[in-house]
């Protein structure tokens, strides 16, 4: 199935009974304070400016109120912009008519909720059924097709248990297994992990990646928490009080926060699992001989693998197996300890 990426072209969102009414003043930059103190309205989304790619996962950030939801349920209009374009395969979702809106949320997202939303008297494999009975597709071929994703979420042996016999995680592998079994290109995710305990959070990232690399859905996830944002995000989005303050790959943001804000919660993550080796490598030059890595591996992932082979550096190579550099421990090191400055660029597309 080919993939389609959403572009969020220009919008915004403004709550209340008149919420066009003040679109111009929002533009002219009225801040979401003195709407809300002046107007009565509240300012959800200003000028949402996004191209989230196809087959990929683009993770949205920001604290609590900064307009997470509101901007997914942009994307399959649970919510009505006040002014803007979401473009899904040339089309604006915000434009449909019923009828191609309702064709377009059956068949092409499908979401997980943070609190499962399981049915409670169905059990794991009614659950899993349940996108595709109200898609009308019979028994006999839905059966198949939610087992496989029962099986492929972890849960063969499951499937004539209820939600309540099992535990958080668990559930949210139903929730999941379901939105799979749509089968739909777009998959939304709200904070789906948001209430699983640390390691099972992990383990479900885990699930999640592992799915991914294998069905390159158009993927929209959620997340207050950094260090998920950062494992799960081919693509990351920061927004505070509506708005975007920065997009880019993890690596771009940590090395380069926008402004002071997002510098103050970079500050405390793992460096080497997000810059890669392209980025500090040093140019090749003569004959090289040792360890190769490839160039968007992690520096810790390239450390532990000079670690095991008693190596101090490593030739980096590019997709097509060409030797682009080499990096040693040392700069290894170094690049985990100093900061890069808050304005160092990558080096090299990525
Ligand atoms: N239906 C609504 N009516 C009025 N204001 C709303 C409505 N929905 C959301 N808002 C406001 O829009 C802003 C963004 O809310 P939103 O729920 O999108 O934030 P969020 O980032 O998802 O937060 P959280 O992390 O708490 O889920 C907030 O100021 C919120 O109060
Ligand atoms: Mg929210």
Redesign the pocket.
């Known amino acids: 199935m080919a993939s389609h990426g959403i572009e969020i072209r220009g919008l915004y969102?403004i709550?209340?009974p008149r919420g066009q009414d003040h679109v111009a003043q929002v533009r002219g930059g009225m801040s979401?304070t003195e709407l809300n103190e002046r107007h009565g309205h509240?300012?959800?989304?200003r000028d949402i400016n996004i191209a989230m790619p196809a087959g990929q996962i683009t993770v949205v950030m920001?604290?609590?109120?900064?307009?997470?939801?509101?901007?997914i349920?942009h994307i399959n209009r649970l919510?009505e912009p006040t002014a803007g374009e979401v473009i899904y395969d040339g089309a604006d979702i915000c434009r449909m008519n019923a009828r191609d809106l309702r064709e377009f949320r059956r068949h092409k997202t499908a979401m997980v909720f943070q609190k499962f939303a399981l049915l409670p008297h169905r059990t794991v494999m009614e659950n899993t059924l349940y996108g595709l009975d109200v898609q009308g597709v019979p028994r006999s071929q839905s059966r198949k097709s939610a087992q496989h994703w029962i099986e492929r979420v972890g849960l063969a042996g499951f499937e004539n248990h209820y939600p309540n016999q099992l535990s958080g995680g668990m559930q949210q592998r139903v929730g999941l297994a379901r939105a799979l079994a749509n089968d739909a290109d777009i998959l939304l995710m709200?904070?789906a992990y948001s209430a699983l305990d640390p390691l099972i959070r992990v383990d479900m990232q885990t699930v999640l990646l592992d799915i991914q690399s294998e069905l390159k859905k158009t993927v929209v996830f959620?997340t207050?928490d950094l260090d998920e944002a950062l494992r799960l995000g081919d693509k990351i989005v920061i927004?505070r009080d509506?708005q975007v303050i920065q997009q880019g790959t993890g690596q771009e943001i940590v090395l380069s926060p926008a402004d002071d804000y997002i510098a103050s919660f970079v500050k405390e993550v793992n460096r080497s699992r997000v810059i890669q080796a392209r980025t500090v490598m040093k140019p090749a030059v003569g004959t090289l001989e040792g360890v190769k890595v490839s160039a968007d591996e992690t520096l810790e992932s390239v450390a532990q693998r000079l670690t095991r082979a008693e190596r101090s550096s490593a030739i980096v190579v590019d997709e097509d197996g060409i030797e682009i550099g080499i990096l040693d421990l040392n700069t290894i090191l170094a690049a985990m300890v100093n900061p890069v400055g808050h304005h160092a660029t990558p080096a090299g597309p990525r």
């Open positions: 969102k709550f209340g979401k509240v300012l959800g989304l920001g604290l609590s109120g900064s307009g997470k939801s509101t901007l349920r919510i709200d904070e959620i207050h927004l509506g």
